[in-house]
Structure formats: C-alpha cells, structure tokens
C-alpha cells in the first residue's frame, strides 16, 4: 500500500440496495477513507436435491443443472458428517460410497 505500508482487502457481497448502508459501516468503522464499489453478475446452476443410499443411511446430495443437465451431484457435508460420526468412520468413506451409489446410476459427480 501506499508508503511501503501493508493492507488488508475486504470484499463485501450485497444486494444493490444495502451498497451505501455497507459502505458508510466500513467507513465507520475501519480505518479506511474511501470504498470502491462495483456491480457484478452470478451465474448459477439450477439445483435440487436427492436422497442417496449408502450402507449406513440415506445421505442428502445437491444435484446442480446446466440447461436442463446434470453438470454436478456434490454430497451435503453436514449429512455425511453425521453418518461418518455416528458410525465411526472416515468422512471420505461416506463421500466415496455416495459417489459410487451415484456412479452406478450414471450420473457425474464433483468433488
């Protein structure tokens, strides 16, 4: 920063109506005297959800959607959390089942 100085950079998402409510708090309360701001736009997949069987219970997984395609099924972590500690067991094994369950339906999986 300026002087040799170091910085921190603080990113802010919003809605559009709360721009100056967010900026008159960081100028409030930081030490900043100014704030830049800029609009942006967030494309995202259409999503819903499933039930996945595993050998220790049904796990929740988020299937994402490009134009009307399966693009992701990503297992919810706090489903498999669960499983994983109640039956004493590697988190990544509860992942791994659920991704075989879906891979044997046919449909891609993300990590």
């Known amino acids: 920063m300026k002087k040799g100085r170091p910085g921190t950079?603080?990113?802010v998402?919003?809605?559009?109506?709360?721009q100056g409510q967010i900026a008159?708090?960081?100028?409030?309360?930081?030490?900043t005297f100014g704030v830049r701001t800029y609009l942006t736009n967030r494309q995202k997949l259409t999503r819903d959800f499933i039930q996945?069987?595993?050998?220790?219970?049904p796990v929740t997984a988020k299937r994402g959607f490009w134009e009307g395609e399966i693009t992701k099924i990503v297992p919810e972590y706090e489903d498999c959390k669960?499983?994983?500690?109640?039956?004493?067991?590697?988190?990544?094994t509860v992942y791994?089942?659920?991704?075989?369950?879906?891979?044997?339906?046919?449909?891609?999986?993300?990590?």
Request: no cysteine; net charge positive; proline share 6%.
């Open 9 to 11: 950079k603080v990113t």
């Open 13 to 18: 998402l919003s809605s559009a109506e709360r």
């Open 24 to 31: 008159q708090l960081l100028l409030q309360q930081t030490t």
């Open 52 to 57: 996945v069987t595993t050998p220790w219970g």
């Open 82 to 92: 669960r499983v994983a500690e109640t039956h004493q067991i590697p988190l990544r």
């Open 96 to 111: 791994d089942a659920v991704r075989q369950q879906v891979s044997q339906n046919q449909a891609p999986v993300a990590d």
